[in-house]
């Protein structure tokens, strides 16, 4: 990983919290804190150059920059709601490690970009079924989703994340229907019998809480699309299933997010 040149953040170990300062800054501000509030913008890719302290034009419009992304006001001037977005920003996502089990079922994105994250469950309590259904290269029910989360945590990849899986079928987006939900969306599928008793692994929450934020923060999901089936095709799916951990997966969504 390439280092910057800044010499403000003192220790080359990582980033945290403690380097934001904790001072209000804005156009015309020198000194320290705004050397380490530049080499934070440094490292996020937001600021070139070096961090000399002098909070100008470049670094205001760096700091507005940010905060459009993060969908805060983007007036170039940092207070605690800037801070604490530039923490999330400055916590590492990882994708987990996935076994590769191509399905023949998906198609292209046609342009569209990611938006939102389905979860679902599978409906049986066995990976091996499960892998054959959403693989099944022949007749009309073809379907897929780009991940296949098993009760041991493995995290099996079926379609890349760049092309349209078939997981969502007939359904909207708080009404919206195009672009349809497969071409916006990733899938998680997971393996559970959606009984409502069958518990979902603590394997699988941690697969999830690590694959969740992850592709949340790769493709800058808005939190409020990290949905369930069952939000996008209201009234005809119920998963995943009412002992699903929702706000375990949110507050892990909430650390980076
Ligand atoms: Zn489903």
Known sequence: MPTSNATAS??????????????????????LAVQRLQS?????????????????????DALSRFQRDWRLTPDGAYGPETRTALQKALTPVFKPPVV????????????????????????????????????????????????LIAPTGTVYQLVPDNRAAWHAGVSSLRGVTEPSVNLRSI??????????????????????EQLV????????????NILGHRDVAPGRK????????????RRAVDVVL
């Open 10 to 31: 003192g220790s080359s170990g990582a980033f945290g919290s403690s380097d934001l300062p904790d001072v209000p800054l804005s156009e015309g501000s020198t000194g």
């Open 40 to 60: 934070v913008l440094i490292r996020l890719k937001y600021l070139g150059g070096r961090a000399d302290g002098d909070f100008g034009p470049k670094t205001k």
């Open 100 to 147: 590769s089990r191509a399905s023949p079922n998906f198609e292209s994105r046609q342009g569209v970009d990611i938006d939102v994250i389905v979860l679902h469950h599978t409906g049986t309590n066995r990976v091996a079924v499960d892998l054959a259904t959403l693989r099944l290269s022949h007749g009309s029910g073809r379907v897929s989703a780009h991940y």
């Open 187 to 208: 899938g998680i599928e997971i393996t559970n019998d959606g009984s409502g008793q069958t518990p979902f692994t603590e394997a699988q929450y941690r697969a999830l």
């Open 213 to 224: 934020p992850y592709l949340a923060r790769t493709y800058k999901v808005p939190k409020e």
């Open 238 to 249: 119920t998963d995943p299933a009412d002992n699903f951990d929702w706000p375990r997966v």
